[in-house]
């Protein structure tokens, strides 16, 4: 017979408990996303090379049919053309890694000084077309996810479809039409009249921004010329957001109604109107956080077209202006530095959004 020894087990020495990966993530988040940039920049800025040379040597597609074959020949060895490509790429980054982005064939300056005068134009406008997009895609949004599956709801929906289809340049002239020629209450191009310009000029510390420039003139009248020459361009670039804004936030807000902790406030009485505006609104923001790095370069790229179209002088301009030149240096400097932009701002808003919601980090 087998007999059952009653005495009670000695409990078992506890070991360390295991640390769960919570708030302390955050700082392994950012060093491998801050890690992960270095190898993304340097695949950008080595397409972007690459890309070029398949036109060949710069100066020839610039200045080939206007110079004989010495005086050619003579440009492209004082420039290094003629150095094997592996030597010139390995050369290119290099400079790049130093700020150094080379000199323009047809203005001959330096690169990064036209990026540091017309890339605070192209700040301005992208800056201003963002707001555009949060103050018209955000509460659209929320509107129509509070008039779901009705009228309204599949009105905001064709129109962010059209926000976001409808060309850059094609909204752009229709503005300048409507609001330039037929009502004329905006004007039709630049970033300021020549008599605004004229008193930002004359500061003694003037930042290039013309917003800030404008204020501190402090005359009224050059800050309201400045605002309404960035009314048209802002709203041509920010439409194409705003629809992308609309339909996310009208997804998520949706999506947020139907969770338990909003099933639960509709049962003590809550209004679905006071739903939507206290309960589903702010988890609704997280994922447009989210995207903005995306929609950063997407701004970017229309900003070529919409600065094109409003004769406002930034990089988007200048990169078009380049293209005609054949002044592939310039354009090899512009393209280099907005893919770089978008590389921040993709790591900026990663960081941003890990903070405000700590599923991002897993």
């Given at each position: 017979m ?9 409990p078992r020495?506890?070991?360390?408990k295991?640390?769960?990966s919570s708030g302390?993530?955050i700082?392994r988040y950012v060093?491998i996303?801050f890690?992960?940039?270095i ?5 950008l800025v080595?397409?972007?090379?690459w890309?070029?040379r398949?036109t060949?040597d710069?100066i ?5 049919g206007r110079l004989?074959?010495d005086q050619?020949?003579?440009r ?5 053309y003629?150095?094997?490509i592996?030597?010139?790429?390995v050369?290119?980054l ?6 150094n982005f ?9 690169v990064?000084e036209v990026?540091m005068?017309y ?7 992208v ?17 129509a996810?509070?008039?779901r ?9 064709v ?5 976001y289809?409808?060309?850059v340049?094609?909204?752009g002239l229709?503005f ?8 004329q209450?905006?004007?039709v ?6 008599g605004a310009?004229l008193?930002m000029q004359?500061?003694p ?14 005359n ?9 020459h ?5 709203l041509?670039?920010?439409l194409?957001?705003a ?15 139907g969770t338990?902790?909003?099933d639960?406030?509709?049962s003590?009485?809550v209004?679905?109107?006071r739903?939507v ?7 609704a ?9 995306l929609?950063?370069?997407?701004l ?5 077209l919409t600065e ?12 078009s202006e380049f293209?005609?030149a ?7 400097g ?7 932009i978008v ?8 960081i941003?959004?890990?903070?405000i919601?700590?599923r991002v980090?897993?």
């Amino acid at each position: 017979m087998t007999t059952v020894s009653m005495r009670p087990t000695a409990p078992r020495a506890a070991g360390p408990k295991k640390r769960t990966s919570s708030g302390g993530g955050i700082g392994r988040y950012v060093l491998i996303r801050f890690l992960l940039i270095i190898p993304t920049m340097f695949i950008l800025v080595s397409m972007v090379f690459w890309l070029m040379r398949l036109t060949g040597d710069p100066i020839t597609a610039a200045l080939g049919g206007r110079l004989g074959p010495d005086q050619l020949a003579e440009r492209i060895h004082a420039a290094g053309y003629d150095r094997p490509i592996l030597v010139q790429y390995v050369e290119y980054l290099g400079q790049i890694f130093t700020g150094n982005f080379g000199t323009t064939i047809s203005t001959n300056r330096p690169v990064s000084e036209v990026l540091m005068t017309y890339g605070l134009a192209t700040f301005e406008l992208v800056f201003y077309s963002l707001l555009v997009a949060f103050i018209i895609g955000i509460p659209l949004g929320m509107v129509a996810a509070y008039f779901r599956d009705k009228p309204t709801d599949a009105f905001l929906r064709v129109f962010a479809i059209l926000c976001y289809a409808t060309p850059v340049f094609f909204s752009g002239l229709l503005f300048k039409l409507v609001f330039a020629v037929w009502l004329q209450v905006l004007p039709v191009a630049g970033r300021a009249s020549t008599g605004a310009e004229l008193q930002m000029q004359l500061l003694p510390n003037k930042t290039g921004l013309y917003t800030i420039d404008a204020l501190m003139t402090g005359n009224p009248q050059v800050l309201g010329d400045v605002l309404s020459h960035a009314v048209l361009p802002s709203l041509a670039l920010g439409l194409l957001t705003a629809g992308v804004f609309l339909r996310l936030v009208r997804t998520n807000v949706i999506g947020t109604l139907g969770t338990d902790y909003v099933d639960a406030a509709r049962s003590r009485g809550v209004s679905e109107f006071r739903l939507v505006r206290k309960h589903a609104y702010r988890p609704a923001l997280i994922p447009i956080i989210t995207v903005i790095g995306l929609q950063i370069a997407l701004l970017l790229g229309g900003a070529v077209l919409t600065e094109t179209t409003f004769e406002w002088k930034g990089l988007g301009f200048m990169l078009s202006e380049f293209l005609k030149a054949r002044d592939f240096v310039a354009v090899q400097g512009i393209v280099a530095l907005l893919a770089v932009i978008v590389a921040l701002s993709n790591f900026i808003v990663d960081i941003i959004a890990a903070l405000i919601d700590p599923r991002v980090r897993y």
